[in-house]
């Protein structure tokens, strides 16, 4: 059974951190695209950064670089977002998911077959 758990959401002031973490089990690890992408009520759901099939370099969305952080720990099937100078338009649901994505098509929700339930994140002015 393939599983994807997120944590370490909460409510920061703008300007403050969060690490996100996701740990995975059910699929090997090493031949999918994995990734963060955060939704808003009643907007599409966004690609954050991830980790395609064909790079070993994480991708970004314009509005996260230079913010935000993704690694990848192969051995413990697990990743991570390290998030700083949050800013109130961080403020989302985030969640961890698998897929098929390569390149940069790994940001798009599209390519992703399965997910998490998801780790608030809420950032006050």
């Known amino acids: 059974e393939v599983r994807l758990v997120e944590s370490g959401g909460g409510s920061v002031q703008a300007g403050r951190s969060l690490r996100l973490s996701c740990v995975t089990s059910?699929?090997?690890?090493?031949?999918?695209?994995i990734g963060w992408y955060r939704q808003v009520p009643g907007k599409e759901r966004e690609g954050v950064s991830c980790?395609?099939?064909?790079?070993?370099?994480?991708y970004y969305a314009d509005s996260v670089k230079g913010r935000f952080t993704m690694s990848k720990d192969n051995a413990r099937n697990t990743i991570h977002l390290q998030m700083n100078s949050l800013k109130p338009d961080d403020t989302a649901i985030y969640y961890c998911?698998?897929?098929?994505?390569?390149?940069?098509?790994?940001?798009?929700?599209?390519?992703?077959?399965?997910w998490g339930r998801g780790t608030q994140v809420t950032v006050s002015s």
């Open positions: 998911a698998k897929g098929l994505g390569s390149g940069s098509a790994c940001l798009d929700a599209f390519w992703s077959d399965y």
């Open positions: 059910g699929f090997t690890f090493d031949d999918y695209a």
């Open positions: 980790f395609s099939t064909t790079d070993d370099i994480p």
